[in-house]
């Protein structure tokens, strides 16, 4: 007798919370919904199902799936509820609303400030307004630059700052396809930035109170203390050692980390789900074989809870961590309670349990990546093992440790794409070696920490944990100097990406339920993946873009015909060293073949014509106008804060429009602004608006 087979959205109960969870907040993001409407259908629904209960049990049983459909729309409800609530700017007392009309801001230093080039940067909370010498209690986050002197920051965690000095917008480059800064801060509730000067603010240093805090920031400068103590004669060394036990990279070297990351083995040293499970698996150990609490399985739990969380807040809480974190500790309270919790739910409530205490860890490219692996691993590890049998220990050894490694690539492959456009072919070879050496040496630090004190031993440990990163970092730069190391620009937009992750889910669904449903889902998701890709190829092979860049220092241009691409050199600017930022946008329209020469385009001096088009430049030199071709409405792009009248240029050029990049003052910038709209003169400022690309076509006949 055939058995009939549960299906498997009743094997995850939690799943059946995330998908509407998680639909409830892309909603209210992408739509804005208003809160008193979310909130009276809210509200509603929770009447609704009371009155539903009771009703005659025959009723309730014919339209039972109604209850349950009310229940979905109840959590997609309150996910919506929840990302309107996690936004700051709907707070009364965020700073942000009075930026422009305050005499004084209070902050308070929440993070340690990191070095950059010219200044030092911090995290500051507003904690306070003053206005007419009243204080106001303001919430929000600022960051905060200030000018670099003696090489020394002016502050630390817990002082208080007043300023006067108005914060500012963030922005990003705006270039399409490039990371968006000011996207990616306002995930974090932080908006705005001010850069400060010495005498432009006031600090008052604050007495440490013997507080959580204060004992993490003390114990997180320790331990750095100990490593710097140690490996402070290799800079490299030491970068490694302090990103793979606590996740600080202020001291990593740039072009290492660069290796690991296109060697596919950056998750090693930024704090993740491997390093806790390390530390869960020795916590574990270590306090079941202690004599008074091997038998006590809650006070078991609690400290060893303690132990990560602790370590948890040291790495600075990150999504990857925290995740781990939870979902650990899930697991450690279904031991306690004597019910074993299976990985598999525990991986789906800690993500409902994180997104429901902010819904904006949706957008974090760590949360993504960390759960994509961990369920890649939970769901494809063991299949993916079965396909190969070695009857020998440790090889077979060896092949369960590929094939976490495989699994994990399977599942972050969509979101890895998406994000960073690229592909660590050697990413197998790379990882073997790699995560156990990890392993190692994070045991060895941690053994470390409490035997920095004995120079003999200590000194020992951290002699074999250098020759380990030492030799590991040879390995990846090794790895990397590889022909084909890394697959570049690979094009991957939203519905590819949606697509390929939803051909693997069916696929990994289809390996433990053999289904023909699951087998048509996977076909038609591959379907749409190639059908996407292809409607792009066709899309971008007659492209002709002229695209100005969001370049600070240059005037940065592409003029890209199809899938090829002509760079515009300018001479105030080294264009060429600032490539790798417009690789981006080259991968998002599809143009990876750079040439030095077009038969339709022609330079002369600040002026280019590209087909149809033309292009000049004004800058403070003010080239010399007898250079300049006769041009025919041509794209003036003003450089350099140059001293123009608008007047003077719609009379001589008859510009198409005007552009005002980077380089030019904010303040400067405006004024062209209202120069342009009484004359009129279409105007464009990159600063405010992003890249300008405007279309161009081919010039027929002879070209000059």
Request: overall charge positive; proline content about 5%; hydrophobic content about 45%.
């Amino acid at each position: 007798m055939q058995h009939p087979s549960i299906p498997i959205w009743k094997k995850a109960p939690f799943a059946r919370i995330l998908i509407p969870l998680v639909s409830g907040i892309l909603i209210q993001y992408q739509l804005q919904v208003s809160v008193s409407f979310t909130a009276i259908a809210w509200v509603s629904t929770i009447l609704t199902w009371i009155l539903f209960r009771q009703l005659p049990l025959p009723i309730r049983f014919r339209y039972q799936k109604w209850q349950g459909f009310s229940i979905l729309y109840y959590i997609c409800l309150s996910g919506m509820l929840l990302t309107w609530a996690a936004d700051i700017r709907h707070r009364t007392d965020w700073f942000g609303h009075s930026v422009d009309s305050f005499d004084m801001l209070d902050l308070q230093v929440a993070e340690a400030p990191s070095p950059t080039a010219k200044s030092f940067r911090t995290e500051t909370i507003v904690q306070g307004i003053i206005n007419n010498n009243k204080r106001y209690t303001a919430s929000g986050k600022l960051i905060l630059y200030t000018e670099k002197k003696n090489g020394i920051s002016p502050f630390q965690i817990g002082d208080n700052i007043y300023i006067r000095k108005k914060p500012q917008p963030l922005t990003g480059n705006n270039n399409p396809g490039a990371f968006n800064y000011a996207r990616y801060a306002a995930f974090k509730q932080v908006y705005h930035s001010v850069y400060l000067k010495h005498g432009e603010y006031h600090v008052e240093k604050k007495t440490q109170s013997k507080g959580i805090v204060y004992l993490i920031n003390a114990m997180r400068e320790s331990i750095i203390g100990i490593l710097k103590k140690h490996f402070s004669n290799d800079s490299k060394v030491l970068g490694v050692a302090e990103a793979l036990l606590l996740g600080y990279k202020q001291d990593l070297d740039k072009d290492l980390l660069q290796d690991y990351s296109r060697a596919g083995v950056v998750h090693i040293i930024a704090i993740s789900g491997l390093h806790l499970g390390i530390l869960y698996i020795i916590a574990g150990w270590i306090l079941a074989r202690l004599p008074f609490i091997k038998r006590k399985p809650l006070l078991q739990a609690i400290l060893c809870a303690a132990f990560l969380w602790t370590f948890t807040l040291l790495t600075g809480a990150g999504a990857s961590v925290l995740r781990s974190a939870v979902m650990f500790s899930t697991i450690l309270l279904g031991k306690t309670l004597t019910r074993k919790s299976g990985i598999e739910q525990s991986l789906i409530a800690s993500a409902c349990i994180l997104l429901s205490c902010n819904p904006f860890l949706l957008w974090d490219a760590g949360f993504q990546l960390s759960y994509l692996a961990v369920a890649g691993i939970v769901w494809l590890q063991k299949p993916i093992e079965r396909c190969w049998y070695i009857p020998y220990k440790w090889l077979s050894k060896i092949w369960e440790l590929s094939s976490v490694t495989l699994a994990a690539t399977i599942g972050t492959l969509p979101a890895c794409l998406y994000l960073f456009h690229q592909f660590p072919n050697y990413f197998f070879i790379a990882n073997l070696l790699a995560v156990p050496l990890s392993t190692i040496i994070l045991v060895m630090e941690i053994m470390l920490l409490p035997l920095s004190e004995i120079p003999m031993i200590s000194n020992a440990i951290a002699w074999a944990i250098h020759q380990l990163i030492y030799g590991m970092n040879l390995f990846i730069e090794w790895l990397n100097g590889w022909p084909y190391a890394v697959w570049e620009q690979i094009y991957a937009d939203i519905p590819t990406s949606l697509s390929l992750l939803m051909a693997i889910g069916f696929a990994t669904i289809l390996v433990h339920e053999r289904r023909k449903k699951y087998l048509y889902g996977c076909l038609v998701s591959s379907l749409f993946f190639v059908s996407f890709h292809s409607i792009a190829d066709f899309r971008h092979q007659d492209q002709k873009l002229i695209i100005l860049y969001h370049a600070k220092k240059q005037v940065a241009a592409d003029i890209i015909d199809g899938y090829s691409f002509y760079p515009i050199r300018y001479h105030t600017g080294d264009f060429e060293a600032g490539n790798d930022a417009y690789k981006s946008t080259r991968t998002a329209m599809q143009a990876r073949q750079p040439i030095s020469k077009h038969p339709q385009v022609r330079h002369y001096g600040n002026a280019w014509k590209i087909g149809d088009r033309s292009m000049l430049i004004l800058d403070a030199s003010q080239a010399d106008s007898s250079r300049i071709p006769i041009l025919t409405s041509p794209i003036v792009v003003l450089h350099g804060n140059p001293t123009v009248d608008m007047k003077k240029i719609k009379t001589i050029f008859q510009p198409s429009i005007i552009i005002f990049d980077p380089s030019n003052s904010l303040w400067k910038i405006a004024q062209w602004k209202e120069s342009c709209k009484g004359l009129p003169l279409p105007c464009f400022s990159i600063p405010d608006q992003g890249a300008f690309i405007s279309q161009w076509n081919h010039r027929p006949g002879p070209f000059k």
